[in-house]
């Protein structure tokens, strides 16, 4: 059983930065796929960024890219997202997604195990 366990989560003001955690248990963080999504009241789940297994590099989205940075740290078996320069948009409910089998193409559909979501609300 796989259990996903985000934190970090909090209230900043424009231009701040936070950084998201995802604790995982009964998972090896270097044999699944890994993903950061988020939705905002009204929005559809949209992804954030994602982490190939087989290349080990990122994908972020467009709107994501020099601001967020996925990382991974198999020792505290922990997915990282880093976020900088966040803006109003960035407002939503962040999620750490996993599955075992392929996921290249960074969407919500490819992930089996979810975690509960942790808050972020950035104000102007």
């Known amino acids: 059983q796989v259990t996903l366990v985000e934190s970090g989560g909090d209230s900043v003001q424009a231009g701040g930065s936070l950084k998201l955690s995802c604790s995982a248990s009964?998972?090896?963080?270097?044999?699944?796929?890994w993903g950061w999504f988020r939705q905002a009241p009204g929005k559809e789940r949209e992804a954030v960024a994602c982490?190939?297994?087989?290349?080990?590099?990122?994908t972020y989205i467009d709107s994501m890219k020099g601001r967020f940075t996925i990382s991974l740290d198999n020792a505290e078996n922990t997915l990282f997202l880093q976020m900088n320069s966040l803006q109003p948009e960035d407002t939503a409910k962040y999620y750490c997604a996993s599955t075992r089998f392929k996921a290249t193409r960074c969407a919500a559909p490819d992930y089996i195990y979810w975690g509960q979501g942790t808050q972020v609300t950035v104000s102007s």
């Open positions: 009964g998972a090896i963080l270097n044999r699944m796929w």
């Open positions: 982490m190939n297994l087989w290349t080990g590099d990122p």
